[in-house]
């Protein structure tokens, strides 16, 4: 894994040792086996958005300190500038940028995700967790999978699901997919 996962799974464990929790607790919070808690506090999966979401959830933290280190500061707005937003890569084929990350006390976490094209053999990886989700594609095709459905985006098409159904998202065809999603 890359040193940001790294960086994130050493928050993350932080985070459960600063709370008094045991493995078994946080795993239940997100959702996972302790056998999978046990690979993202190790950083040897990919920590999953919502996962992290449902934990500083629980615990109250904001999703920027588990993300990026940061603490939110602003309570009027907080303005992102092209280019300019926190941005973390999971896995070296896929960056997200942050564009709310300073604003205290948000409803949403808005990123703009942007994904390298895979060859088409690679299987998409799912994730599930509460709330719900908003995509709008910027530049590229998306390839959604919501359960075992396929659904195609391309510029300018967006769709909002429920973030309950296990969903994967890839770049499709040969060039990146940039697009904004809000993760409620």
Aim: no cysteine; proline share 5%; hydrophobic share 40%.
């Amino acid at each position: 894994m890359n040193n940001e996962i790294l960086q994130i799974a050493e928050r993350l464990k932080g985070l459960r040792e600063a709370v008094g929790a045991s493995v078994e607790e946080i795993a239940s919070v997100g959702g996972v086996p302790p056998e999978k808690y046990t690979a993202f506090e190790n950083a040897e999966e990919d920590i999953p958005i919502g996962f992290l979401k449902q934990i500083a959830a629980e615990y109250k933290v904001d999703l920027s300190a588990l993300l990026f280190a940061d603490e939110p500061r602003m309570t009027s707005y907080f303005l992102t500038r092209k280019d300019k937003g926190l941005s973390i890569e999971r896995v070296s084929d896929y960056k997200y940028q942050s564009l709310a990350a300073g604003f205290l006390n948000r409803k949403a976490d808005v990123f703009q995700v942007t994904v390298e094209p895979k060859p088409e053999t690679t299987p998409i990886h799912h994730s599930s967790h509460a709330g719900q989700e908003f995509a709008l594609v910027l530049e590229g095709k998306l390839l959604l999978q919501l359960r075992d459905k396929d659904i195609l985006l391309e510029e300018g098409d967006s769709i909002y699901f429920d973030a309950s159904i296990p969903h994967g998202m890839q770049a499709f065809g040969q060039k990146p997919v940039k697009f904004l999603t809000v993760v409620i």
